[in-house]
């Protein structure tokens, strides 16, 4: 009597089997990742032009004039609209700005709003 060593035809194909959907699971991961490493450096770079449009109105010695100011700023080798209100507050020396960061015109929300006060300078 002869015994053979080795996997049979079934035993191979599970094997493939288990190892397609190992991959695929994987492939899947990967790509969700990469989708999401993507978006937050969208935001980061969104962030830190609403931050330097804050810094750019605080350090200037005029005052804010109430009013909406839209414009767009390079961050990241990418051009990035940006729109700043600024409204007047309850002490007339201070003004509150809000800036929304928008990668696109069309994009209904901002990648990034930011919330800052401005005071007049003696």
């Known amino acids: 009597m002869r015994t053979s060593r080795g996997f049979t035809l079934i035993e191979v194909l599970v094997a493939l089997a288990v190892l397609a959907i190992s991959l695929a699971a994987v492939i899947n991961s990967v790509s969700a990742n990469t989708g999401n490493a993507a978006h937050l450096r969208d935001r980061t770079l969104a962030h ?6 804050v810094a750019e109105v605080q ?3 005029a005052f804010p004039d109430t009013g909406v100011t839209k414009g767009e700023a390079l961050m990241g080798e ?4 940006w729109t700043m209100t600024v409204a007047a ?3 007339p ?9 928008r990668a696109r015109e069309s994009d ?3 990648l990034a709003s ?3 006060y401005a005071g ?3």
Do not use: I
């Open 89 to 91: 507050t309850a002490d």
């Open 108 to 110: 209904k929300q901002p």
């Open 93 to 101: 020396n201070v003004r509150r700005l809000d800036v929304a960061v």
């Open 48 to 53: 830190w032009v609403a931050m330097n449009k």
């Open 59 to 61: 350090v200037s010695t």
């Open 120 to 122: 007049r300078t003696p």
């Open 78 to 81: 990418r051009a990035w609209l």
């Open 114 to 116: 930011l919330l800052a």
